[in-house]
């Protein structure tokens, strides 16, 4: 594939974003190797004094991508040919019109003493690369097709385990996405505002950036997750994005780059299930790549168990990466539906397309939903014993066993309108649900889900759950849980994320920390006559609390191991907040058990008070496949 690049470049940026992109600092760190840019030379990345930026790109669009041979693991091997029909779209330098171009202008009333005219080169992706980077002031790049000896598997070794620091060192990444364009002019006007992003530009960059193929690849959600700062380049446009979360204090508009993805990496940053809710649906042409990226956002965690060689089995490798993850990081747990009725677009359920669902990896993975988008801050898990592996020399055997005293097996409802539901014959159920959606999120601020005389109405009370829990999680709820038992209000209902379609589950008492941030406006130092700015930092991060959700085989399914009954992981419980939210009205954990008099923020407590009352003397010992 070929691209074009227009050197008059239209920034989509609501603000003016060029002081904080030439400001942009680096680490200390260097790569072995940087391209200089004025001679487009390798050279050492120590000679790179003030800093150096890194390249994002996808591969593919780099040139024509020709089938070589099937390697050793029975996958098909590529090569890339680049025969220079890249194009840059540039002015002419000017020049002074002659008499008869003057003769010829007058007749058509241009004004201006010079002419430009538009011109189109035939360059190699290597060309267009070097011209893009004179264009932002770019001195020093790292581009992996040079920078690594692509002939020494040795060298290559050293540059996949250094990947997180190659960019999370670098002043900022500059990703090439071709299929960011301007669409139309008319999407600048200041009266065409999208909410969060300023005017449509913006918004239509970000559309852009999530349907390309460099957002669908796992090796550049590495690069933009250990990255600080991205500078998105399109066709005829970019926009200038930094982390939120790295830089609390630095004002910045607020969307998935600056909230979710840049500044992920790092011990003490994001958490593997929210990595993996990107992860689980990325590609990459070896498959061994999907593993080796991820392990990449997570190096502290990986590195020293994980060896990065692609002559290992991918099957193998896969397994040995899971087993880890389980055994270090329960988050892995915290994952919901992936699927989303489409009730008002004609019916019909829409499913996330899981790209790890061909491997046969047990439920616990995830990959039959998707994970939660927030962080988890911490896992209490003091009820139960360590998880661990079944002894076994098949390291394909995945199960795991869990063993606790404590649990919850309760009743739950499925939702009318989750995607488990019969599609209404009734047309104006459909247009009843898109309007209770509406009304959610139009007054969702107000609304007060402890107040008994609001929350008689269950309906009502279900919808703003449906809200609250999709914003939150980024999934969509199925069932709920009634506590009508205990003679509690409506509002005591929860919702659960779900998998599968069950009326009776397991509660496991794995308490998931997860921090949800909440953006603060900047003062408006604008005039009367501007708009305000949508700049933001962080005000504060709520708490929200989920427990994982597992049930038993169906039994037609049910199979004992050692006498023992097997389980599945099918989603998430959501508590609740640990206090009220500013932005949006979200129940805290204890009025779920009609505890409001308990006012405890102590996770440990916390677990300890939702299972008191569910101890058993002879512990259950859960094995999840």
């Given at each position: 594939?070929?691209?074009?690049?227009?050197?008059?470049?239209?920034?989509?940026?609501?603000?003016?974003?060029?002081?904080?992109?030439?400001?942009?600092?680096?680490?200390?760190?260097?790569?072995?190797?940087?391209?200089?840019?004025?001679?487009?030379?390798?050279?050492?990345?120590?000679?790179?004094?003030?800093?150096?930026?890194?390249?994002?790109?996808?591969?593919?669009?780099?040139?024509?991508?020709?089938?070589?041979?099937?390697?050793?693991?029975?996958?098909?091997?590529?090569?890339?040919?680049?025969?220079?029909?890249?194009?840059?779209?540039?002015?002419?330098?000017?020049?002074?019109?002659?008499?008869?171009?003057?003769?010829?202008?007058?007749?058509?009333?241009?004004?201006?003493?010079?002419?430009?005219?538009?011109?189109?080169?035939?360059?190699?992706?290597?060309?267009?690369?070097?011209?893009?980077?004179?264009?932002?002031?770019?001195?020093?790049?790292?581009?992996?097709?040079?920078?690594?000896?692509?002939?020494?598997?040795?060298?290559?070794?050293?540059?996949?385990?250094?990947?997180?620091?190659?960019?999370?060192?670098?002043?900022?990444?500059?990703?090439?996405?071709?299929?960011?364009?301007?669409?139309?002019?008319?999407?600048?006007?200041?009266?065409?505002?999208?909410?969060?992003?300023?005017?449509?530009?913006?918004?239509?960059?970000?559309?852009?950036?999530?349907?390309?193929?460099?957002?669908?690849?796992?090796?550049?959600?590495?690069?933009?997750?250990?990255?600080?700062?991205?500078l998105i380049v399109g066709k005829d446009t970019h926009i200038w994005q930094q982390s939120l979360h790295r830089n609390p204090l630095v004002p910045t508009p607020v969307d998935i780059l600056s909230s979710t993805l840049l500044g992920f990496s790092g011990p003490g940053a994001g958490s593997l299930n929210a990595a993996l809710n990107q992860a689980h649906f990325r590609t990459s042409t070896k498959p061994?790549?999907?593993?080796?990226?991820?392990?990449?956002?997570?190096?502290?965690?990986?590195?020293?168990?994980?060896?990065?060689?692609?002559?290992?089995?991918?099957?193998?490798?896969?397994?040995?990466?899971?087993?880890?993850?389980?055994?270090?990081?329960?988050?892995?747990?915290?994952?919901?539906?992936?699927?989303?009725?489409?009730?008002?677009?004609?019916?019909?359920?829409?499913?996330?397309?899981?790209?790890?669902?061909?491997?046969?990896?047990?439920?616990?993975?995830?990959?039959?939903?998707?994970?939660?988008?927030?962080?988890?801050?911490?896992?209490?898990?003091?009820?139960?014993?360590?998880?661990?592996?079944?002894?076994?020399?098949?390291?394909?055997?995945?199960?795991?066993?869990?063993?606790?005293?404590?649990?919850?097996?309760?009743?739950?409802?499925?939702?009318?309108?989750?995607?488990?539901?019969?599609?209404?014959?009734?047309?104006?159920?459909?247009?009843?649900?898109?309007?209770?959606?509406?009304?959610?999120?139009?007054?969702?601020?107000?609304?007060?889900?402890?107040?008994?005389?609001?929350?008689?109405?269950?309906?009502?009370?279900?919808?703003?759950?449906?809200?609250?829990?999709?914003?939150?999680?980024?999934?969509?709820?199925?069932?709920?849980?009634?506590?009508?038992?205990?003679?509690?209000?409506?509002?005591?209902?929860?919702?659960?994320?779900?998998?599968?379609?069950?009326?009776?589950?397991?509660?496991?008492?794995?308490?998931?920390?997860?921090?949800?941030?909440?953006?603060?406006?900047?003062?408006?130092?604008?005039?009367?006559?501007?708009?305000?700015?949508?700049?933001?930092?962080?005000?504060?991060?709520?708490?929200?609390?989920?427990?994982?959700?597992?049930?038993?085989?169906?039994?037609?399914?049910?199979?004992?191991?050692?006498?023992?009954?097997?389980?599945?992981?099918?989603?998430?419980?959501?508590?609740?907040?640990?206090?009220?939210?500013?932005?949006?009205?979200?129940?805290?954990?204890?009025?779920?058990?009609?505890?409001?008099?308990?006012?405890?923020?102590?996770?440990?407590?916390?677990?300890d008070i939702l299972f008191k009352n569910d101890y058993f003397e002879d512990a259950k010992e859960f094995i999840i496949e």
């Amino acid at each position: 594939m070929y691209i074009t690049y227009c050197r008059e470049q239209r920034p989509s940026d609501y603000e003016d974003r060029t002081i904080q992109r030439l400001s942009a600092k680096g680490g200390s760190f260097r790569p072995t190797w940087v391209i200089r840019v004025s001679d487009w030379k390798r050279i050492r990345g120590t000679q790179a004094k003030n800093g150096y930026h890194t390249l994002s790109y996808c591969w593919e669009q780099s040139g024509e991508v020709v089938r070589k041979v099937q390697n050793y693991n029975d996958h098909e091997e590529y090569d890339l040919v680049d025969n220079g029909k890249h194009c840059i779209i540039e002015y002419a330098q000017e020049k002074q019109p002659n008499k008869f171009s003057q003769i010829f202008r007058r007749h058509r009333s241009r004004p201006s003493s010079t002419e430009k005219e538009l011109v189109q080169r035939k360059v190699t992706y290597d060309q267009l690369v070097q011209q893009m980077c004179k264009d932002f002031g770019i001195k020093y790049i790292w581009y992996d097709k040079i920078c690594i000896d692509q002939s020494s598997k040795k060298a290559k070794q050293v540059e996949l385990k250094q990947m997180h620091r190659i960019y999370g060192n670098a002043c900022y990444t500059l990703a090439l996405i071709p299929e960011v364009h301007i669409h139309d002019p008319k999407d600048f006007d200041q009266d065409k505002i999208a909410p969060n992003h300023g005017h449509t530009a913006y918004e239509k960059v970000l559309i852009d950036m999530k349907g390309s193929h460099w957002w669908d690849r796992s090796w550049t959600l590495e690069e933009v997750m250990t990255s600080q700062n991205i500078l998105i380049v399109g066709k005829d446009t970019h926009i200038w994005q930094q982390s939120l979360h790295r830089n609390p204090l630095v004002p910045t508009p607020v969307d998935i780059l600056s909230s979710t993805l840049l500044g992920f990496s790092g011990p003490g940053a994001g958490s593997l299930n929210a990595a993996l809710n990107q992860a689980h649906f990325r590609t990459s042409t070896k498959p061994h790549d999907m593993i080796f990226a991820l392990a990449n956002i997570f190096p502290h965690l990986f590195f020293d168990h994980i060896e990065l060689d692609y002559e290992i089995n991918f099957q193998t490798t896969l397994y040995r990466f899971y087993r880890h993850l389980i055994l270090n990081d329960l988050s892995i747990l915290c994952f919901g539906s992936n699927l989303i009725t489409d009730r008002c677009n004609g019916g019909g359920v829409v499913r996330r397309k899981n790209t790890m669902l061909n491997y046969n990896l047990p439920t616990w993975t995830g990959v039959d939903g998707a994970h939660i988008v927030s962080n988890i801050h911490n896992i209490i898990h003091k009820l139960i014993h360590p998880p661990h592996f079944i002894k076994n020399e098949n390291i394909s055997d995945m199960k795991i066993r869990i063993t606790t005293n404590h649990y919850w097996k309760i009743p739950i409802t499925r939702y009318k309108y989750s995607c488990f539901s019969p599609p209404f014959q009734d047309p104006a159920e459909d247009q009843r649900f898109a309007d209770l959606i509406y009304r959610c999120i139009s007054s969702v601020v107000s609304f007060d889900l402890t107040s008994d005389t609001i929350t008689t109405n269950e309906d009502t009370t279900l919808m703003y759950w449906y809200v609250n829990m999709f914003s939150t999680t980024g999934c969509f709820p199925t069932h709920y849980h009634h506590r009508r038992h205990s003679g509690g209000p409506f509002s005591r209902m929860r919702p659960l994320s779900l998998t599968e379609d069950c009326d009776e589950c397991f509660i496991l008492p794995i308490l998931f920390d997860a921090l949800m941030a909440e953006p603060k406006q900047q003062p408006d130092q604008c005039n009367a006559t501007a708009l305000p700015t949508l700049m933001r930092t962080i005000d504060r991060y709520t708490h929200m609390y989920y427990l994982p959700v597992f049930r038993e085989l169906l039994p037609n399914q049910t199979i004992t191991t050692n006498g023992l009954t097997r389980y599945k992981a099918i989603g998430l419980y959501m508590l609740g907040a640990v206090q009220e939210n500013n932005h949006m009205t979200i129940a805290t954990w204890n009025h779920s058990i009609g505890q409001d008099d308990v006012p405890s923020q102590d996770p440990n407590e916390i677990l300890d008070i939702l299972f008191k009352n569910d101890y058993f003397e002879d512990a259950k010992e859960f094995i999840i496949e």
